[in-house]
């Protein structure tokens, strides 16, 4: 952290000091839905004042934010790191100028700072559906843990929910809509509300967990002591991640995490002849680009759709 005195109150504009940047601070993070978004933001805004404090600067411009972008591609970060930096040093930007501690052609000149270009793309990590098969066999049929470390693989992989939902998920969410069941109300990413088909097996998987467990209101999952006990309140996005890794290690897989279900969701249904849009439904995308790079769209020359529409030419064409 940085000094916070009166005796020390250097600032990103000739008036601004550190508590009012702290103030731009909170400002910003309180626009943000996301607690992922928030604490990565928080993060970003802290690295970026430190290293403004650390030697004296005249104003927070376009100048000094280029040769910060500069400091971080020294740092050997990923285009996706750096521009995330950015987008936070923008924002703080902003909200300095809505409080009227940097004019607002500074702010305008810093939002015009570029971002990093990405080259190629980082496309994850996903299972076959043979490894997926394995992964959910896998899971602990004995005891509490086990029961409940396989109800949420079912739901990341059967449902590709994101950690955040499978911690906030409510039992009275699980209804039965059109003859089968379905996660209703899902708030997911940018507060979207969407709901969810559940696989006849990953609602296999649940209820097992309910049964053993013994929950029949409030939040799905809960905490599980040593000894076996439930305890009455839920678990965490932590708790999501040591399940996955168990998981996992009792199948022989290696590097799984918790969203990597989610993409094997997506290219296991594309794979299976699913919609493209279905799949963003299902997911809960805002767009449609966003899904194309969870399944690894490409296309198909050999295989071309259009030459599947069913149109001859009748006669000769010479």
């Known amino acids: 952290m940085f000094p916070q005195t009166e005796s020390n109150p250097v600032g990103l504009s000739a008036t601004a000091t550190i508590p009012e940047l702290q103030q731009s601070k909170t400002a910003v993070l309180n626009t943000l839905a996301s607690k992922h978004s928030r604490r990565s933001y928080e993060y970003a805004i802290e690295r970026f004042i430190a290293w403004y404090c650390s030697e004296p600067r005249l104003t927070f411009n376009r100048s000094v934010v280029v040769r910060y972008r500069s400091f971080l591609e020294r740092l050997s970060l990923s285009a996706a790191t750096?521009?995330?930096?950015?987008?936070?040093?923008?924002?703080?930007?902003?909200?300095?100028?809505?409080?009227?501690?940097?004019?607002?052609?500074?702010?305008?000149?810093?939002?015009?700072?570029?971002?990093?270009?990405?080259?190629g793309r980082k496309m994850g990590n996903w299972l076959t559906r043979n490894q997926a098969q394995e992964l959910v066999n896998a899971a602990s049929k004995t005891n509490l843990r086990g029961w409940r470390d396989g109800a949420m693989v079912g739901l990341l992989l059967g449902c590709g929910l994101r950690r955040s939902e499978v911690v906030g998920l409510n039992l009275d969410q699980l209804q039965s809509r059109e003859?089968?069941?379905?996660?209703?109300?899902?708030?997911?990413?940018g507060a979207r509300l969407r709901t969810?088909?559940?696989?006849?097996?990953?609602?296999?998987?649940?209820?097992?967990?309910?049964?053993?467990?013994?929950?029949?209101?409030?939040?799905?999952?809960?905490?599980?002591?040593?000894?076996?006990?439930?305890?009455?309140?839920?678990?965490?996005?932590?708790?999501?991640?040591?399940?996955?890794?168990?998981?996992?290690?009792?199948?022989?897989?290696?590097?799984?995490?918790?969203?990597?279900?989610?993409?094997?969701?997506?290219?296991?249904?594309?794979?299976?002849g699913g919609e493209l849009e279905q799949i963003q439904f299902l997911l809960g995308h805002a767009s449609v680009q966003t899904t194309e790079r969870y399944i690894g769209s490409k296309q198909k020359l050999q295989d071309a759709v259009n030459d599947r529409l069913g149109i001859s030419v009748a006669g000769e064409t010479a």
């Open 82 to 119: 750096i521009n995330l930096h950015l987008s936070a040093i923008r924002r703080l930007a902003d909200e300095s100028a809505e409080s009227g501690w940097l004019s607002p052609e500074l702010a305008i000149g810093i939002r015009r700072v570029k971002g990093v270009k990405r080259l």
């Open 179 to 189: 003859g089968r069941w379905v996660i209703v109300n899902l708030v997911g990413k």
């Open 196 to 272: 969810v088909p559940v696989p006849s097996w990953s609602k296999e998987l649940v209820d097992a967990w309910l049964r053993h467990s013994g929950v029949t209101d409030g939040k799905v999952f809960r905490q599980v002591l040593k000894g076996g006990m439930v305890q009455p309140s839920g678990v965490t996005a932590n708790v999501v991640w040591y399940a996955v890794k168990r998981c996992a290690g009792q199948a022989g897989i290696n590097n799984l995490a918790p969203h990597d279900l989610r993409r094997t969701c997506a290219r296991l249904c594309h794979g299976s």
